[in-house]
């Protein structure tokens, strides 16, 4: 059964309009994260939530935004894609209580801006 | 700075041992994990050690961690044409495992 769920797996859309990419979860984690990762790199952590409060990575530019409406969901939201944003963007969970700290990673979504 | 580096690639035949090696720069990492990533998926975590540990070994995998070195290796013994995939060595910096960094990946190449 899929525990970290994204939607869609390919997202198509054009330079400058918003677009929203979705994740969700029925792990119970309470910490979510969004990464971003481009051909033959590591994914880039762009932010986390730990419950509700919200990490901005220092580095994130401001056309990223997420939101996390509830424990299960976790969005992110990009105001204006340019060319330099298609990638494959990874949404994890994790449970700060565990020991090993592990992280849970859905599918991904990739984005292709044209 | 933060930095976990790999080899880009690494070519095995079918039944040999693989050994894929990652060194990082924080000496302040809490776990160092290994995850593996097949074409068009999301990252599968393989395996972890605590940085108190030298080694883990689960089923074909063992994990040997130089703590001095800051190095890491993965071995998958009698390596499948199924362990062909993209795998990922990564750093946890801290507690509570919010700050993980992640090498470029190795891709692993297993010829039948």
């Known amino acids: 059964d899929a525990m970290v769920i994204q939607n869609p797996r390919y997202q198509v859309t054009q330079f400058g309009k918003p677009v929203t990419l979705s994740c969700s979860q029925t792990l119970n984690h309470n910490v979510m994260y969004w990464y971003q990762q481009k051909s033959s790199q590591a994914p880039k952590l762009l932010f986390h939530y730990y419950d509700k409060d919200f990490n901005n990575e220092a580095d994130t530019p401001d056309n990223f935004q997420s939101r996390r409406p509830n424990t299960s969901f976790c969005f992110l939201d990009i105001r204006s894609p340019g060319l330099g944003d298609a990638a494959m963007y990874l949404c994890?969970?994790?449970?700060?209580?565990?020991?090993?700290?592990?992280?849970?990673f859905g599918p991904g979504t990739r984005l292709t801006v044209t | 700075g933060e930095d976990v580096e790999q080899s880009l690639f690494l070519s095995v035949r079918e039944g040999d041992s693989s050994v894929i090696n990652c060194t990082y720069t924080d000496s302040s990492s809490t776990y160092l994990y290994w995850y593996k990533q097949e074409p068009g998926a999301g990252l599968q975590l393989l395996t972890y050690?605590?940085?108190?540990?030298d080694m883990k070994q689960d089923q074909r995998l063992t994990v040997l961690l130089n703590k001095k070195d800051k190095h890491l290796s993965l071995r998958i013994a009698d390596t499948q044409t199924g362990d062909s995939a993209i795998y990922f060595c990564a750093e946890s910096i801290g507690t509570g495992g919010f700050k993980t960094i992640f090498g470029a990946g190795t891709r692993l190449f297993v010829k039948a």
């Open positions: 994890a969970t994790s449970d700060s209580g565990s020991g090993g700290d592990e992280q849970y």
């Open positions: 050690i605590f940085s108190n540990m």
